[in-house]
């Protein structure tokens, strides 16, 4: 039998298509796995901001991963917006019988600024998911959050990586720069050395799903028996590709644009 990657997202939805659920999904398509998904939130959301949000009940989502894992197999998996702590609860006992990649996107407000997530879900996340992950992937908020420390320079995104890691015992830690000015430069720190990956930032406004796409990524390879280092390396070409061809619709922050990083050949035989 051919060996199939199988890639799940668990997180909220954004109708819209940039975000969430959906651009998790289209990432795994473009990444050559098959994507499944069990949906937290269903968000009323576009590139503008969120209008509003519906939770589905804890009973529903734990439904929905029995319905998943007593039936597929899932090589790895990640999270995104998880709402409340009684959601975090029902994925975490999941988890922990789990044997899978996890890649946590640690999903706490939109691009817009929006909260996507309450205090005590917040608090659950890092005392009590972060054990759990083979790699967590803030962005310069969510890393302040998490360390409780003022993030400012390439260095303290360095140190953060070794503190998620060394002390707060997440698998690994990818503190994304993309909140810096200059490159758009992120760090990983595995237990043993830091990686850096650069890219030229791109001027423009269309970064809307960025984190979900690039979290997405990085599990898609993981599905394939990447090694961590290589899974990171090649899921920020993809991220930065679709980036750059990223779309200018929408009146307020575009999607990336997720079939930007098939190579020409690609392209033409379809
Ligand atoms: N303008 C840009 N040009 C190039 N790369 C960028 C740009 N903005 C972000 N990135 C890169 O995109 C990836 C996602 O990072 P970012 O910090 O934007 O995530 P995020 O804030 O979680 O995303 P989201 O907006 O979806 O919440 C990182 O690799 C970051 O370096
Ligand atoms: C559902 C969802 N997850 C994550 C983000 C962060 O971009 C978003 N806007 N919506």
């Not at 503008?48 to 894992?69: K, M, P, R, Y």
């Not at 789990?98 to 600024?113: C, E, I, K, L």
């Not at 850096?196 to 898609?220: F, Q």
Request: aromatic share 6%; glycine share 8%; proline share 4%.
């Amino acid at each position: 039998m051919t060996y199939v990657p199988c890639a799940l997202t668990i997180a909220g939805t954004d109708p819209s298509g940039g975000a969430g659920i959906q651009a998790d999904l289209k990432t795994f398509q473009e990444l050559k796995t098959y994507g499944m998904s069990v949906i937290t939130s269903v968000v009323a959301q576009n590139t503008t901001g969120v209008q509003d949000i519906n939770h589905l009940s804890v009973a529903f989502i734990e439904q929905q991963l029995e319905s998943v894992f007593s039936d597929m197999p899932v090589h790895a998996l990640k999270t995104g917006m998880i709402a409340n702590e009684a959601m975090m609860r029902a994925v975490a006992a999941r988890l922990a019988s789990v044997d899978a990649a996890y890649v946590m996107d640690p999903v706490m407000v939109a691009t817009s600024g929006d909260s996507l997530i309450d205090e005590e879900a917040r608090q659950f996340l890092k005392k009590e998911l972060l054990p759990l992950t083979t790699i967590v992937t803030p962005n310069l908020p969510e890393t302040e959050f998490i360390t409780g420390r003022k993030i400012e320079t390439t260095e303290d995104m360095k140190d953060a990586a070794a503190f998620i890691v060394d002390e707060l015992h997440a698998g690994a830690a990818l503190i994304k720069g993309g909140h810096l000015q200059g490159e758009a430069v992120d760090f990983l720190y595995d237990g043993h050395q830091i990686h850096m990956y650069s890219e030229e930032r791109i001027p423009t406004k269309n970064t809307h799903g960025t984190g979900c796409t690039y979290s997405a990524a990085i599990t898609a390879n993981l599905s394939k028996g990447l090694p961590l280092h290589e899974a990171v390396r090649q899921a920020k070409r993809f991220v930065t590709a679709a980036i750059r061809s990223s779309f200018d619709i929408g009146s307020g922050n575009g999607p990336t644009n997720h079939w930007a990083s098939r190579t020409k050949e690609e392209q033409r035989s379809e």
